[in-house]
């Protein structure tokens, strides 16, 4: 088996690989979401490359390409990421805050970090639920810990009472 060697980078919009840019652009476009740089709160970008991937290992594991690029936005109300990659192309995502529930993780095991996502996204009826790997970097801790206030901003967790707590 092999992993993954991956680096995560705070940037501007403006900075991200073109291929997420236009990805994300044609996002914004197509669900009506207003002007990108100007929604954006935060950005991210994480370039991973697979560690001595053989061409059978390659085949295997579902994921054509040896190395790609993710690009995650935060907005007041959207998580938005777009994964491209020289074979598997260019796919963008999104999810309303109000739809998700997230926690950035952290594998002793395959030594990856980065967001655990449930929920429903926009565009699919299913419940999903998976992973968005990060790499070591402060700019990941940052933005996983600002996705999850922004998710508890639109919706505050439950407190929990005790009902035989509360006879008058």
Known sequence: MFGYRRTTRECSVSQLNPRLLQAFQEYFLEHKFGDLKEETLLCCETFSEKESPSKIEALLSGNPDSSDYLGLLLTEQWLLWARTGSRSGTKA?????????????????????????????????????????????????????????????VTPPKKRTLPWLNRT
């Open 93 to 153: 995502f999104g999810a309303n805050l109000r739809d998700i529930k997230v926690k950035q993780y952290s594998s002793r095991l395959t030594h990856e970090t980065g967001l655990k996502i449930d929920g429903y996204l926009c565009d699919f009826k299913e419940r999903v639920w998976g992973n968005l790997a990060m790499g070591p970097e402060e700019a990941t801790r940052k933005f996983c810990e600002q996705v999850r206030m922004a998710v508890e901003k």
